[in-house]
């Protein structure tokens, strides 16, 4: 049953790197009114702190040590680490890498997850991420599971990439989505998985478009049943 809660929805989206979390993600959003949460921005910007202090990735108490010092802010579609504007340099494979390690560490997920529950307590917000279903928001009122073959999504990454000025071949491009993918779902904590009540969208096949109208039917279609 849902309740008549008066305020906007809290929709969350996840699923693994290349299912097309992102696009969607923002296009929802941006049909829907509601804010966007890139938590996987968030991730990244830590772990490019994480990077420029020289700290090994595996050392999580000087990680827990490092991020009771440094503040990561999010503005809009921004990412700030101590107010340095790092929006464009997180999104290389290296930091991704990085990051995908250093989100499997307790004091990396106890220090972004309140936060990332703060910035959606008030409804009406798209999050995107691999757990925030799960664990960020598991009382959401719309759940989406997005997944989509391993070669459309590796070759996602690489146009991607190539976007944003960096050329790498396709296996490259495979072999690190592949990486990622085992470490994100066979990790203990909040591990990349299916909700039980998300719902779950392949979009191997699909447009962007397609894919964002059946999103939206889906909200819409619970937003009519939460508004007083
Ligand atoms: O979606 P992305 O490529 O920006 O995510 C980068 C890494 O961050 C990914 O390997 C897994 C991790 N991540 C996470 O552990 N939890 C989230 N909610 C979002 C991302």
Same mark, same amino acid.
């Given at each position: 049953m849902i309740e008549k809660s008066g305020r906007e929805p809290v929709v969350t989206i996840d699923g693994p790197a290349g299912a097309g979390k992102s696009t969607v993600a923002r296009l929802l959003a941006a049909r829907l009114g509601y804010r966007l949460l890139d938590t996987g921005g968030m991730y990244r910007a830590v772990a490019w702190s994480v990077a420029q202090a020289g700290i090994?990735?595996?050392d999580a108490a000087a990680i827990a040590r490092h991020l009771k010092s440094v503040t990561v802010t999010v503005d809009d579609d921004r990412f700030l680490v101590d107010g340095r504007d790092v929006t464009s340099e997180i999104r290389s494979p290296e930091i991704g890498a990085l990051t995908s390690r250093i989100t499997a560490l307790a004091p990396v997920r106890e220090a972004i997850t309140p936060l990332q529950r703060r910035l959606a307590s008030a409804g009406g917000v798209v999050l995107e991420g691999r757990?925030?279903?799960?664990?960020?928001?598991?009382?959401?009122?719309v759940k989406f599971f997005l997944d989509a073959s391993i070669e459309t999504r590796a070759r996602r990454r690489q146009m991607e990439l190539a976007a944003a000025g960096r050329t790498v071949p396709l296996d490259a491009v495979r072999a690190e989505i592949m990486v990622r993918d085992a470490q994100d779902r066979t990790r203990? &904590?909040?591990? &990349?998985k299916k909700a039980d009540d998300a719902i779950e969208v392949d979009?191997?096949?699909?447009s962007t478009d397609d894919v964002v109208a059946t999103m939206l039917e889906a909200v819409e279609r619970i937003r009519c049943c939460t508004r007083s």
């Open positions: 090994d990735a595996d757990d925030t279903g799960t664990v960020v928001c598991p009382d959401a009122e203990t &904590l909040a591990p &990349l979009t191997s096949e699909r």
